[in-house]
């Protein structure tokens, strides 16, 4: 089964600092994909970043990049240029593989770490 | 384009009814998912939809029921509420699946069942 861990339940930031959130995997599938979302306190999902387990280059998006260190099993996610607005719960999840039924959409997700970015 | 669509946003019930979500996927999208989000539990999956059929299923009892209609509409009941069903229910629409498919989640219905 595949496992998510998300070690910081909470964490501040200063406007304009970058700040990383860690996540942690465990799975023995040799395929899978790594996904980050963030979750507003309206709570939407919104979809940050992907990393697909045969990636060679970490994954950016606009201010977003995310670590991956696959022998680790790690995928943290780094925020450059913090701003207010990036205040949420942020949310690592992991896709299994897809199956022969066609499906293979479930994520599994971590707990989520709340992000507070201040002034 | 519009994003995925769920209704209502916000549901009040009481214990022993039931319950029906509604979720309108992306134009194009033929997957849906459903999630519950609760405090406790955090995100769990329920099911997931592709084509009309469902496709993969969440460890929760059969008072949870999914369909999706051929214009990849798709909804959820729940019957017999119980307290703890109290949950975020989300929705999410991807094109198909496959290695690098990205799921886009809406809103989500807050139910709560007194």
């Known amino acids: 089964a595949q496992k998510i861990t998300q070690t910081q339940p909470g964490m501040f930031v200063q406007e304009k600092e970058a700040v990383t959130l860690d996540c942690t995997y465990d799975?023995?599938?040799?395929?899978?994909?790594l996904f980050w979302y963030k979750q507003p306190s309206s709570g939407e999902m919104i979809f940050l970043i992907y990393?697909?387990?045969?990636?060679?280059q970490n994954a950016t998006e606009g201010r977003y990049s995310l670590n991956f260190q696959k022998a680790r099993k790690s995928a943290n996610l780094v925020i450059s240029a913090s701003q207010l607005g990036d205040s949420a719960m942020y949310f690592c999840?992991?896709?299994?593989?897809?199956?022969?039924?066609?499906?293979?959409?479930?994520?599994?997700f971590g707990t989520g770490t709340q992000l507070k970015v201040e002034l | 384009k519009a994003g995925v669509t769920q209704t209502p946003r916000y549901l009040i019930k009481t214990r022993g009814q039931q319950v029906t979500l509604s979720c309108s996927p992306i134009?194009?999208?033929?997957?849906v998912s459903w999630y519950q989000q609760t405090p406790g539990q955090g995100l769990q999956f329920l099911f997931e939809?592709?084509?009309?059929?469902?496709?993969n299923k969440g460890n929760f009892p059969g008072r949870f029921s999914g369909r999706q209609f051929s214009n990849s509409r798709s909804e959820m009941n729940v019957s017999t509420l119980e307290l703890g069903d109290s949950a975020l229910y989300l929705c999410?629409?991807?094109?198909?699946?496959?290695?690098?498919?990205?799921?886009?989640f809406g809103a989500g219905t807050r139910l709560s069942v007194l």
């Open positions: 999410a629409s991807s094109s198909r699946g496959g290695e690098r498919n990205i799921q886009y």
């Open positions: 799975t023995s599938d040799q395929s899978y994909g």
């Open positions: 990393q697909g387990s045969y990636d060679e």
């Open positions: 999840a992991m896709r299994e593989p897809s199956d022969l039924t066609g499906g293979g959409n479930k994520l599994t």
């Open positions: 134009s194009g999208h033929r997957s």
């Open positions: 939809y592709f084509s009309e059929t469902q496709r």
